[in-house]
């Protein structure tokens, strides 16, 4: 399963989910390549939670309703609010500790 990458009208559907992380990349990023392998293993092994990815060059609006300033920012929202905020690059542990906090 690939990460969905999210425009601003699919992104409506996606926030509904009860759980849910989404990544906001830039391509021209290096942490943010990095960080993209992380988000695919952890989407393959964590079914309760939704994985998306903004990609904040196309998707500049959604970047700036969330106040994005840096990337890679992850967001994970819950029921559609957001409830937690990782900017940078984590190891997949650390990163798949936060998200559990969540569940």
Same mark, same amino acid.
């Given at each position: 399963?690939t990460?969905?990458?999210?425009?601003?009208?699919?992104?409506?559907?996606?926030?509904?989910?009860?759980?849910?992380?989404? $990544?906001?990349f830039?391509e021209? =990023?290096? +942490? =943010?390549?990095?960080?993209?392998?992380v988000?695919?293993?952890?989407?393959? *092994?964590?079914?309760?939670i939704?994985?998306?990815?903004?990609?904040?060059d196309?998707?500049? $609006?959604?970047?700036?309703?969330?106040?994005?300033?840096?990337?890679p920012?992850?967001?994970?929202?819950?029921?559609g *609010?957001?409830? $937690?905020?990782?900017?940078?690059?984590? +190891?997949? $542990?650390?990163?798949?500790?936060k998200?559990?906090?969540?569940?």
């Amino acid at each position: 399963m690939t990460t969905e990458e999210l425009t601003k009208s699919s992104f409506e559907n996606f926030k509904k989910n009860k759980l849910a992380l989404v $990544d906001f990349f830039a391509e021209w =990023c290096m +942490p =943010c390549l990095m960080l993209a392998p992380v988000i695919e293993e952890l989407s393959e *092994k964590m079914k309760k939670i939704k994985f998306g990815k903004v990609n904040i060059d196309e998707s500049q $609006d959604l970047a700036e309703e969330f106040s994005v300033m840096s990337v890679p920012t992850l967001i994970i929202l819950k029921d559609g *609010k957001e409830v $937690d905020r990782i900017i940078g690059t984590l +190891p997949a $542990d650390v990163l798949e500790e936060k998200i559990k906090k969540h569940l």
